[in-house]
């Protein structure tokens, strides 16, 4: 039994239950939903809660444990000699036994000791669905019988609903807040491992990036220079160019789309240009790299300028393209927001429309317009593919955008590919660099709620 088969199951399970609750409560109330507590529709919802909850929740946990109870009695299975393998040993015939059990390859011959455990290895999960898909349709029955016994015309089900969906916010909202401090702690202490080994003065103002060390101790090249002023340097170049790009593009788009376009043209293009927003980054790479960096380079030869065929000017400018949808769209949405009586004071002041534009509706809509700033500028910040393939790999400290440059985290991935280990100051220098990137990131936040609030105060 598959486990998209139990969780179809218990979908099903939770509907029957809704209806059944909704029936249950017009009948208690002899039809009249008006001698109901809840509207009809809370009471199938209460049941469907306990229908499907608990089912769901003991549905979670078993597939969390289930891996480590199957490869215990697997392990308990094996003879006596293979039980006492060293881990490596172990675990790499617990890999051929699965391969087997699935028909992928194995590492060894498959004999018939080999086959015997894939064989009760299969068994065991096959055991397992079932003994999963028998508990939770319990469970699920279980929790409708409950939830109809308790069904009455005084019963409070618009009241329990509410909780367990407040309920349901405070964990979603909690995860979300775990998420962010494992990730900040998992950065904090690889970087501290980080800077155990290269001084953090010379990470932060070194003018040099070249991690070149060794994979063994014995190998030419064990020290490498860690300054990542070049790739912060790069990063905010390119970032830069593409914000000269989308921010003039994407705002007078978006007043375009507002305040002038009829409601036809509208519907037409802002659709167009948010499909911009669709496309795969890897597109957009091979657009930079096949048309706009050879275009820049043949207009540079012209003209008697050096253009590297991988320069930040192609890159910026593609990059700039991707995110113009981010601020055109927002900015849009921000601008037609604006109360219409301000445009009307305006305008009964003797103000035209552009002046009513630029000295009215702009400064209402700036602190939607500086978020929907900050959303591409953290989008061109955290772009990796469009500057691989355009921008290329050199770390140079430079501000001339027909050279090649890099960006912190295109350096994050070329550290972390391939065979590296974890205990090299190369591999830990990906860590620092992204705890670096979000501290810059925090620092465009805090700066950008400053604005936001300030002229908030102002047009509320």
Not at 270 to 292: H, Q
Request: hydrophobic fraction near 50%; charged fraction near 15%.
């Amino acid at each position: 039994m598959s486990l998209s088969l139990i969780l179809g199951t218990l979908s099903i399970l939770t509907a029957i239950g809704f209806y059944m609750g909704r029936s249950r409560a017009l009948v208690s109330a002899d039809g009249d939903s008006h001698r109901l507590h809840s509207r009809p529709h809370y009471y199938g919802y209460y049941v469907a809660i306990w229908c499907g909850l608990p089912s769901i929740m003991f549905f979670g946990l078993w597939l969390a444990f289930e891996p480590n109870i199957v490869t215990s009695l697997l392990i308990d299975s094996l003879p006596a000699a293979q039980q006492q393998l060293g881990d490596a040993e172990l675990g790499l015939l617990l890999n051929d036994i699965r391969n087997l059990a699935r028909g992928d390859v194995t590492s060894r011959e498959a004999g018939p000791e080999l086959m015997a455990a894939a064989g009760y290895y299969n068994s065991l999960l096959q055991t397992s669905k079932l003994v999963l898909a028998a508990i939770a349709a319990t469970l699920a029955v279980a929790g409708i019988t409950f939830a109809r016994t308790r069904i009455v015309p005084e019963m409070r089900a618009r009241n329990f609903v509410e909780k367990v969906t407040m309920a349901a916010l405070v964990v979603c909202s909690t995860i979300a807040i775990l998420t962010t401090i494992g990730i900040v702690i998992s950065l904090l202490f690889e970087s501290i491992r980080f800077f155990q080994k290269v001084s953090p003065i010379d990470f932060l103002f070194g003018l040099e990036w070249s991690p070149q060390t060794a994979l063994r101790k014995d190998q030419v090249g064990a020290t490498g220079l860690f300054g990542a002023v070049p790739l912060l340097a790069g990063t905010m170049f390119i970032s830069l160019i593409a914000m000269c790009v989308a921010a003039p593009v994407g705002l007078l788009a978006a007043i375009y789309m507002s305040e002038y376009a009829s409601p036809r043209v509208r519907a037409w293009v802002k659709p167009a240009l948010e499909i911009l927003a669709g496309i795969p980054t890897v597109v957009y790479g091979f657009f930079a790299a096949l048309t706009v960096a050879p275009f820049l380079r043949g207009t540079g030869a012209d003209l008697g300028v050096d253009i590297s065929s991988e320069s930040a000017l192609a890159a910026g400018a593609v990059m700039g393209i991707m995110i113009i949808p981010f601020v055109s769209s927002l900015s849009d949405d921000v601008i037609r927001a604006v109360p219409q009586s301000l445009r009307e004071g305006s305008y009964g002041l003797g103000a035209t429309q552009s002046e009513t534009i630029k000295q009215v509706i702009i400064p209402a809509a700036l602190p939607g317009i500086v978020g929907s700033l900050l959303l591409a500028v953290s989008r061109a910040i955290g772009e990796t593919m469009i500057v691989v393939m355009a921008a290329g790999l050199a770390a140079k400290l430079t501000i001339n955008p027909f050279e090649a440059v890099t960006t912190v985290t295109v350096q994050i991935v070329t550290l972390l590919v391939g065979d590296q280990e974890f205990d090299s100051a190369k591999t830990l220098a990906a860590f620092a660099l992204g705890l670096m990137l979000f501290c810059v990131t925090l620092v465009l936040n805090v700066i950008a709620l400053t604005v936001v609030n300030k002229y908030r105060e102002q047009y509320d």
